[in-house]
């Protein structure tokens, strides 16, 4: 049924901890409760949740999310796609994982510099520690376009990306023999995609979403060609690509600035097909898309309500449609920061109460017990989308 396919980007747990008057030493489990009962109501299958580990205290930090991913999550059979993206190293400059001194490390190999190195380590234990409570990883978030506009460089994340999938299905197996099923149905999937690109169209520097795939897919130095080679297969279980409509735009100056649902459900069709083509020329036909952000900011321009209703009626069904989608995650539960003016973040199918507040990490303090002021219509709607994919 396409309904199991259907997800949201949730608040991270790791924000809601120490946030509630009762427990300011712990997580909030009313905010954490309250988000994942109005998430059933709705039917969502999946959530995406990101990591966050902040100093040395890598445990203490990692288990801030166990009470979402350990009961909530189970209690309303949610499956669970974690991030590992740059905030397992919060604070750090992004930039270290390219321009950190390479050293051959005793453990993971050769090309590894300290940012890296840190990196697996945490990632490994997280996946360690919760097993088959989290079922699927997403490794980065739009590496190709930072929000800086910079760039990793494609074959720092496939060697990023191969690594840490050959410790995930293999040497951390080996470790612990015992117990280890939960890997051979826990999916590694290649970050969110950005569909624009890195730099800007017709410019020096350039590189699409198609040539930066292919570059981890062929670059020497990446490690996917010489990994299929050896195992016989490319190191992942998935591409997740992030399809916003106004991002492709950006990417064909060609293509006209329409406003249509109907319209931009096809054109994000027609540049999934594109990609695909490129995935059958580099070797890689059947690697399924994970969609793990989509979504319409009723904030931006002139968008409204209503077009978020038919952006989400035109989008969700045509990819729960296409049998190379395993998954698609709706942008986002809840609105956040900023919350007016021009750049305006109202993606949230609801509206919790939130202040500034700069001693927060995200620097906003949401109402504790979590319960959303507005309901937009998205929120019911989404329902209906669930219900008409589940026959």
Do not use: C
């Amino acid at each position: 049924m396409s309904a199991e396919k259907m997800g949201m980007v949730i608040r991270d747990p790791w924000y809601e901890f120490g946030t509630h008057s009762q427990f300011p030493a712990g997580p909030n489990t009313v905010f954490q409760d309250t988000m994942g009962a109005l998430l059933a109501e709705i039917g969502v299958r999946w959530v995406r949740l990101e990591f966050h580990i902040e100093g040395d205290d890598v445990a203490g930090q990692v288990t801030r999310n166990d009470y979402f991913i350990n009961e909530v999550a189970p209690r309303y059979g949610f499956k669970v796609l974690g991030l590992l993206n740059f905030n397992l190293l919060r604070g750090e400059p992004t930039h270290y994982l390219v321009t950190g001194r390479e050293q051959l490390d005793p453990l993971y190999g050769g090309g590894v510099n300290a940012y890296m190195r840190t990196w697996l380590n945490r990632a490994r234990f997280i996946a360690n520690h919760y097993q088959g409570n989290v079922h699927a990883y997403e490794i980065l978030n739009e590496q190709n376009r930072m929000p800086d506009n910079s760039v990793i460089p494609a074959y720092i994340t496939a060697r990023l990306h191969t690594k840490f999938y050959h410790f995930f299905h293999y040497r951390d197996r080996e470790a612990v023999p015992e117990g280890t099923s939960w890997r051979d149905t826990t999916p590694i999937i290649l970050g969110g995609l950005h569909p624009k690109g890195t730099g800007e169209p017709g410019r020096d520097r350039y590189i699409s979403d198609l040539e930066y795939i292919t570059q981890i897919y062929t670059h020497p130095w990446g490690g996917f060609a010489d990994y299929q080679r050896t195992v016989g297969r490319f190191p992942l279980d998935g591409l997740a690509y992030h399809p916003y409509p106004e991002e492709i735009r950006g990417s064909l100056n060609r293509v006209p600035r329409l406003r249509d649902a109907g319209w931009e459900a096809t054109m994000i069709a027609y540049r999934m097909d594109e990609v695909r083509q490129e995935l059958r020329g580099l070797g890689d036909p059947d690697v399924p898309f994970w969609i793990t952000e989509i979504g319409y900011n009723v904030a931006f321009q002139h968008q409204t309500e209503a077009g978020q209703i038919e952006f989400m009626t035109a989008v969700i069904p045509m990819l729960n449609q296409r049998s190379d989608v395993a998954a698609n995650f709706w942008f986002k539960y809840e609105d956040f920061l900023p919350a007016t003016g021009p750049y305006a973040n109202q993606w949230g199918v609801v509206r919790i109460p939130f202040e500034p507040d700069p001693t927060r990490p995200d620097g906003a303090r949401y109402q504790e017990d979590g319960q959303p002021a507005t309901f937009r219509s998205s929120y019911h709607h989404y329902r209906v989308l669930v219900e008409q994919g589940s026959f």
